[in-house]
């Protein structure tokens, strides 16, 4: 879900609503690692750290595995038999 949200193009990112359950009443928002902060001088000092850095660049990678990725691997798809072969 995150990643799909990073590839949108900035334009229909949506403005935040206030939440006041949510830290800094929900304004202060870190797309890519998911996380609300207190002020901009927090969500600053997070743009620096390795953690974030790690993330945004696993973000611009190739895309996730999904569900459907994990049940082929395990073998739970769909069966493949083969051509269908003429009987004589």
């Given at each position: 879900?995150?990643?799909?949200?990073?590839?949108?193009?900035?334009?229909?990112l949506k403005p935040?609503?206030?939440?006041?359950d949510l830290p800094g009443m929900g304004q202060f928002y870190c797309l890519h690692?998911?996380?609300?902060?207190?002020?901009?001088?927090?969500m600053d000092d997070h743009f620096q750290t390795k953690r974030h850095k790690k993330r945004v660049k696993q973000m611009m990678g190739p895309a996730p595995h999904t569900q459907l990725d994990?049940?082929?691997?395990?073998?739970?798809?769909m069966p493949d038999n083969g051509p269908k072969l003429m009987s004589m």
């Open positions: 879900m995150i990643y799909k949200a990073v590839q949108k193009p900035e334009e229909e935040l609503p206030l939440d006041e690692c998911d996380r609300y902060f207190s002020n901009t001088s927090a994990a049940e082929l691997a395990a073998g739970m798809g």
